[in-house]
């Protein structure tokens, strides 16, 4: 069974500095990889996904994350944080390659603090 | 394009009532999903459908029933409350194909007492 897990629960930022939420994955084939963000109350909204094209993958709101095998790794970076950055960000492995049907597994998450 | 809507957002229940959480889609996505969010544990999968009249257990189906008459409903139900159900619920679609984007609704913050 492909995991996934996110190393911080918490980060905390000043506005204006670098972001970097760290994820490693376990799979035994070429994962799909996602991150999601969750703002206070709403949904979950797709902030970028890798499925194996290039290994640095740009998403909204000025976000990339990097795939790296050798690493088992899909961190989450962003040069400079804004304050409506602040959220739950959630990495997300995709499983069901042998099936064809697509299960999503979540890490349990790395809430993003940005301090004025 | 409402995407995916939930119903309802906020509810109370006492331990032993039954309710049915509500979704609709109208992506005409084949492939729908209910999630439970718990703090410090990320979504859990509760069930799944990959199409109409097609339904799987998920992680943690325990306490839960669903159904899938149609494309655009897969409605949750609660049979027996218990505090252990207390949790955030969203319902997720997608096409289905290993890599593609999934669609999420508000969520349903449930309490049971």
């Known amino acids: 069974a492909q995991s996934v897990t996110q190393l911080d629960s918490h980060v905390s930022v000043s506005e204006g500095t670098p972001v970097l939420l760290r994820c490693n994955y376990s799979s035994s084939y070429s994962p799909s990889l996602f991150w999601y963000v969750q703002h206070p109350n709403k949904g979950l909204q797709l902030l970028l996904k890798y499925t194996s094209a290039a290994t640095l993958v740009k998403g909204i709101n000025g976000f990339e994350a990097e795939f790296k095998k050798s690493e088992t790794s899909f961190h989450l970076t962003k040069p400079s944080a804004h304050m409506s950055d602040a959220a739950e960000y959630f990495c997300?492995?995709?499983?069901?390659?042998?099936?064809?049907?697509?299960?999503?597994?979540f890490g349990t998450g790395t809430r993003l603090l940005v301090s004025p | 394009n409402a995407g995916v809507t939930q119903t309802p957002k906020f509810r109370i229940l006492k331990i032993g009532q039954s309710m049915t959480l509500q979704c609709t889609q109208d992506m005409n996505h084949n492939y729908m999903y209910w999630y439970r969010q718990d703090p410090g544990m990320g979504l859990k999968l509760i069930y799944y459908?990959?199409?109409?009249?097609?339904?799987d257990k998920g992680e943690v189906p325990n306490g839960y029933n669903v159904s899938r008459s149609t494309t655009e409903d897969f409605p949750l139900r609660l049979e027996l409350a218990a505090p252990s159900q207390t949790s955030v619920y969203f319902c997720a679609t997608c096409r289905g194909t290993v890599g593609t984007e999934a669609f999420f609704g508000q969520g349903t913050r449930l309490t049971v007492v």
């Open positions: 459908s990959v199409g109409a009249g097609i339904t």
């Open positions: 997300v492995v995709s499983e069901g390659r042998n099936t064809g049907f697509q299960k999503l597994v």
